[in-house]
């Protein structure tokens, strides 16, 4: 069975108005099933460029110099749009830095996590029609440990504490 990630000499450069920045070079990484990997570096070392990589949403003006990042022995620049919806947000997924500017203030928590149930119902089988996305958005909420999910789902952004961890 092929290693979950499986990243090889991978080197990328950032084009800008000043010409190419060597922002990643010669990464190698395996992470197999079940294993945890920690990537440890100064600020502007390329941790973010490299998991944005990974999951083909890097920096418009990024091109790949050698290498290949394989997910589940599929190499991720081979796949279309269409094989990316069943990968991206489904079986890789990451969490973006200071993620509480990541939600939208006009949408209520319910709303948000809804439109993600329904972007990726079809791919992951849940159903995604409007009551089973509520019920589904509590029993997120309620898993990560958030009180009282079913207020939750109808506040907006602005009215959870940071961190939601008291009382939200
Ligand atoms: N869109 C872009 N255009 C030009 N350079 C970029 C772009 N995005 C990132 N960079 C450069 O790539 C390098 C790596 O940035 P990156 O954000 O991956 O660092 P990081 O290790 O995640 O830092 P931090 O720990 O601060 O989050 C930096 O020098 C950054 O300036
Ligand atoms: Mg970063």
Known sequence: MSDLLEIRDFTLDIDTFDGPVHVLKNINLTVKRGETLGIVGESGSGKTVLVRSILGIGPKRSRT???SIAFDGTDLSTLSDVE?????????????QDPMTYLN???????????????????????TRQKA??????????????????????????????????GC
């Open 65 to 67: 110099i050698s290498g």
């Open 84 to 96: 990316w919806k069943k990968i991206r947000g489904v079986r890789i997924s990451m969490i973006f």
């Open 105 to 127: 203030p006009l949408f209520t928590i319910g709303q948000q996590i809804g439109d993600v149930i329904a972007a990726h119902g079809r791919a992951t089988g849940t159903p």
């Open 133 to 166: 996305r509520r019920a589904r958005s509590e029993e997120l909420l309620d898993q990560v440990g958030i009180p009282d999910p079913s207020r939750v789902c109808d506040q907006y952004p602005h009215q959870l504490s940071g961190g939601c961890a008291r």
